[in-house]
């Protein structure tokens, strides 16, 4: 469902969010649920011309083609587990292991989503590869995910934004219609959705994010000093030599994962991989090819104005 899971949600109108809940450390939930409820009935009543019954519990389903094309955009292979925040009914989570041989978690708030999700693994024969718990995104445990998938509200995605940029570099992050701000997504999609529940536009956006590896500060390898300046997968890199009064060479491109690539042109080109805590320069060109092959190491972080020098 919109902004309630990657696939599928439930409303939940009437979820009391007191101070009895509040106290018992729901304020998170509750107030998750109440954006959800929000965002979705106002969908419904833009987009769907008959009146819901005041008891009534809709459901508001992904076509299979977005879910499909999601998995898809991020590569998920056997390899894989894919941790879907807001996972709704659980349909990402189980045709990530059934059409892809993943495994996979996923994370709902609305236990009856929950159970079904459950019962739907089982009866696939799935439940050894897959898991579902009732449990607040905001807490979840993202270390063993190599891929995240997402459809939630854009401020929530804001707030993870933070942790999925601190996830291992190369762990593939996508987002159903809603973008990380500022940090744009490395590859996207337009799928047209004629059966789109909501909206009028019936049309989704699929995107990736390739979390980047954190390269920014000064590097070293003797006489050499590296320093990188990043913003999210971009940077510019300058490469200076002791004793020479101007910059070696001077770079910008993408980072992917671990790898570093200027993006072409007539400038000088390179490629520096990250490796633990060693910064290798793969290849270049022009003035910075003779530097082809070292290895870099990090320096620590100083205070004050400038970068951090390199002694031999």
């Not at 989704?204 to 990188?228: D, I, K, N, Y």
Request: aromatic share 6%.
């Amino acid at each position: 469902m919109m902004f309630m899971g990657t696939c599928t949600g439930r409303l939940q109108p009437q979820q009391p969010c007191g101070p009895a809940q509040r106290a018992a450390g729901w304020a998170t939930r509750c107030l998750f649920l109440a954006g959800r409820a929000w965002a979705a009935m106002l969908a419904l009543l833009v987009s769907a011309p008959a009146a819901l019954a005041q008891d009534e519990v809709p459901f508001i389903t992904t076509p299979d083609r977005v879910t499909i094309a999601m998995l898809e955009l991020a590569g998920v292979g056997a390899a894989d587990h894919v941790v879907d925040l807001g996972s709704g009914d659980g349909r990402i989570v189980i045709t990530a292991a059934r059409r892809f041989g993943a495994s996979g978690l996923g994370v709902e708030i609305v236990p009856e989503l929950v159970v079904k999700s459950r019962a739907s693994a089982q009866a696939a024969g799935l439940a050894a590869r897959t898991e579902f718990r009732e449990q607040d995104l905001f807490v979840t445990d993202l270390a063993r995910a190599t891929v995240v998938t997402m459809y939630l509200l854009p401020e929530v995605n804001l707030q993870l934004r933070p942790r999925l940029l601190a996830l291992a570099p190369g762990t593939r992050i996508v987002s159903h219609d809603w973008d990380l701000g500022e940090w744009r997504p490395d590859r996207s999609l337009t799928l047209e959705v004629p059966e789109k529940a909501i909206g009028r536009e019936k049309k989704s956006r699929v995107m990736l994010w390739v979390v980047p590896a954190r390269l920014h500060g000064t590097w070293c390898s003797g006489t050499l000093r590296l320093h990188v300046e990043q913003r999210f997968q971009r940077f510019s890199a300058t490469l200076e030599e002791r004793g020479r009064s101007a910059p070696v060479a001077v770079f910008d491109g993408r980072i992917e994962g671990t790898l570093a690539a200027t993006d072409g042109g007539l400038t000088t080109q390179a490629r520096l991989r990250l490796a633990g805590d060693a910064l290798r320069l793969e290849s270049a060109s022009h003035a910075a090819a003779a530097h082809a092959g070292r290895t870099f190491a990090r320096q620590p972080e100083r205070t004050g104005a400038g970068p951090a020098g390199c002694t031999d």
